[in-house]
Structure formats: structure tokens, C-alpha cells
């Protein structure tokens, strides 16, 4: 399994020839082609987050899953979609997903309701990897880490719209994931840290920072 970071929330997971994307918000890694996509996955419905999802999916054919409403509107706007609620395994030809509880909101770009905002967990190869999202610091982390164990741990930490870097300590604390990486920072002035900070913090807690460079 190959993890790339391209940049925000945006990643690409590349296990035995297939490609996952989650929130494909492309504008810091614009020389990325995804090619060969085979399964895009949507936190939420904000811009940062939905970004080239529904172009990717028509151009490549592969669906986009994600909460009820928001599958619903990418649908809508020509995208192939898998519809899911929180809570419920979704298997895939690579491994298996579930939507789990993010405090947060959910709107689009235009202003459609996109349902309630989730992070991911997925099972890939025997490990387990938890996308967060955009959201605050949660008891369900407690039931995330108990639940579905995590291995790695994919927290948000730049604040202002999310977890801080404070926050993202205890988040991993509760989640139990051994590797911690960082996201949702020093996109924008609003959510600027300081990236040694949390690694110096992680590493607090006998864990693994994992500080990916944008691809
Ligand atoms: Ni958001
Ligand atoms: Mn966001």
C-alpha cells in the first residue's frame, strides 16, 4: 500500500492496482493526474473537500462514495455515486469502508444540504487507516478507537474549522493509532501551525508523526 499526500484533506491510496481518493481538493498539487482512479470517497460537501470529485468521477467512471445527501447532488450532476449512512461496512474490490460520526457541517459550494459530515475508517491490506474529515475533538473517537483500532490516523490540526493541534494530540490519545498524520493546515493564513509542534507533541505520546510532503 502506497499512501500520497496531496495537500489539505486530500489523499491517494494505491493498494494492488487500484486508487483510492479521498476529498480530491487538488489546488496544492496541481501536477497530480489521477489516472486510474478506482474509488473516490467525500467527507463532506464543502468545496475544500468535494473538490474535482464529481469531474474525476465522470471523466473516469469511478463512483464517489459518500453520505445519503451528498451522493445524492454528485449523482445529480452526472458523477457514478455509492450512497452509505454512518455506521455500515461498504466492500469494495480493494478492501472495505465505513463512514463514521465528524462534528462539523455540510453544505456545497452552491448551497445545497449535503447531509451530515462523516470521516472514513477503511480496512486495506490487513490495516486499518481512519480519515477524519473536517471535525472538532469527539467522544466517538473513543468508539472509533475502540471499534475499528486504527493503525494510522489522518487528524485534521489546523484549527479555526477543526481540531487544533492540541486537540489532534488527544484525538490520537483516544484513537489509539500508533502513526498520526497530519492534515487541513497551512492551506490558508487561517489554519497556519506550527508543523514542529505537533510532531514534538505526538511524539509526546509514543507516537509516530507522520508529516507527509504534498506530491
Ligand atoms: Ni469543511
Ligand atoms: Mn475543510
Not at 43 to 67: M, N, Q, R, Y
Not at 163 to 176: C, N, S
Amino acid at each position: 500500500m502506497n499512501i500520497v499526500y496531496l495537500g489539505h484533506s486530500a489523499f491517494e491510496i494505491e493498494t494492488t492496482g487500484k486508487k483510492i481518493l479521498i476529498d480530491p481538493f487538488l489546488v496544492c498539487s496541481p501536477n497530480y493526474k489521477p489516472d486510474n482512479i478506482t474509488n473516490i470517497f467525500v467527507t463532506h460537501a464543502h468545496g475544500d473537500h468535494l473538490g474535482s470529485a464529481i469531474e474525476i468521477s465522470k471523466s473516469s467512471g469511478a463512483p464517489i462514495t459518500a453520505v445519503y445527501e451528498l451522493a445524492n447532488y454528485c449523482a445529480k450532476q452526472g458523477a457514478k455515486a455509492i450512497d452509505t449512512g454512518l455506521g455500515a461496512w461498504i466492500e469494495y474490490n480493494w478492501g472495505r469502508a465505513a463512514a463514521v460520526p465528524a462534528f462539523h457541517s455540510s453544505s456545497t459550494p452552491d448551497g445545497v444540504y449535503g447531509g451530515c459530515p462523516c470521516g472514513f475508517v477503511f480496512e486495506i491490506e490487513g490495516k486499518t487507516i481512519y480519515h477524519a474529515g473536517d471535525t472538532s475533538l469527539s467522544n466517538e473517537m473513543k468508539m472509533i478507537g475502540e471499534v475499528y483500532q486504527p493503525d494510522t490516523a489522518m487528524l485534521p490540526i489546523g484549527g479555526k474549522y477543526t481540531m487544533d493541534i492540541e486537540h489532534a494530540v488527544k484525538a490520537a490519545e483516544w484513537l489509539g493509532a500508533s502513526e498520526v498524520i497530519p492534515m487541513h493546515y497551512n492551506t490558508f493564513d487561517a489554519i497556519k501551525v506550527d508543523i514542529n509542534d505537533f510532531e514534538r507533541q505526538i511524539r509526546e505520546i509514543g507516537k509516530i508523526p507522520m508529516t507527509m510532503k504534498i506530491d
